[in-house]
């Protein structure tokens, strides 16, 4: 697993890497300046990401926060000092594990485990969420699909149905396909 630091400090950096090394993980590599740090993140492309900040000013909350919504990965944060905006924003912007005033290298692999196994978590959540989303619109497409072909043809919602799908097989295609050809087909002749 390839693991990146991202922290200015030498010291608290230092504390992360003994805990990680003890914990048998090698590929470790730190970011220790904020400049271009999203460039940097992408061309080490790392698995988990661990961001250490002592005491994070808004701006560097944000190239934070900018980091962990367009990397999808699990990271986690470690902070001295919070506040209940900070959690939530942070939260809102995919940090896995929001760590406060809990730098200790015996910790650092369960933390891990646990910034992993959330991610893990929501990721599947995020994935089934857009999986239900997709469907229900391909169901819209469908109906409303159905519901001209009983107009245009004067046919029972089961019949047309059976002509979509008779269709789909015989051009091997999606039923939702053909429901989109239906409903373009259709706005071609208003």
Known sequence: MKIVIVDESPV???ILEDGLREAGFTNVERIAEMRSLLARIYAIDPDVILIDLENPSRDIL???FQ?????RRPVAMFVDQSD???I???VDAGVSAYIVDGLKKERIKSILDLCVSRFN???????????AKSEIEERK???RAKGLLMKAKNLSEEDAYRLMRSTAMREKKKIFE???AIITASELFK
Do not use: K
């Open 121 to 131: 978590a929501f990721s599947r959540l995020q994935d089934e969420l857009a999986r």
């Open 67 to 71: 980091v962990s919504r367009a990397v």
């Open 88 to 90: 939530q924003a942070s």
């Open 141 to 143: 497409t469908i109906d």
């Open 62 to 64: 944000e190239q934070m």
């Open 84 to 86: 209940a905006a900070s």
């Open 12 to 14: 608290r950096a230092a």
């Open 178 to 180: 053909i429901a989109q």
